[in-house]
């Protein structure tokens, strides 16, 4: 069983940073892709910035600049640093990995449990 854990969202003023961490636990074969996605009140989830395997990323036109996705291979861990925040930039944020398991060796794609963020004076 593979589970994804979320932290680092919280309230910041505009113009602020945060960073936000997401691991990957269990019986983990390989990580074939990680991202960030969000979804703020009313709104469908968008994605907000993707890496995958080569390392290659992608990010939404309006997170480019701002926004970086990084990874530790090592610790089956993704990050989001978030800078020059705007209140457009509030929502519940979540991770997807696409895993294959040790169990079930087929890539499937697991998310996290969304951490909030919040971007007001």
């Known amino acids: 069983q593979v589970q994804l854990v979320e932290s680092g969202g919280g309230l910041v003023q505009p113009g602020g940073s945060l960073r936000l961490s997401c691991a990957a636990s269990?019986?983990?074969?390989?990580?074939?892709?990680m991202g960030w996605y969000r979804q703020a009140p009313g709104n469908q989830r968008e994605l907000v910035a993707r890496?995958?395997?080569?390392?290659?990323?992608i990010y939404a036109d309006s997170r480019k600049g701002r926004f970086t996705i990084s990874r530790d291979n090592a610790r089956n861990t993704v990050y989001l640093q978030m800078n020059s925040l705007k209140p457009e930039d509030t929502a519940v944020y979540y991770c997807?990995?696409?895993?294959?398991?040790?169990?079930?060796?087929?890539?499937?794609?697991?998310w996290g449990q969304g951490t909030q963020v919040t971007v007001s004076l």
């Open positions: 890496i995958i395997g080569n390392g290659n990323t």
């Open positions: 997807k990995m696409t895993i294959e398991s040790m169990g079930r060796r087929v890539p499937s794609d697991y």
């Open positions: 269990g019986s983990i074969f390989s990580v074939y892709s």
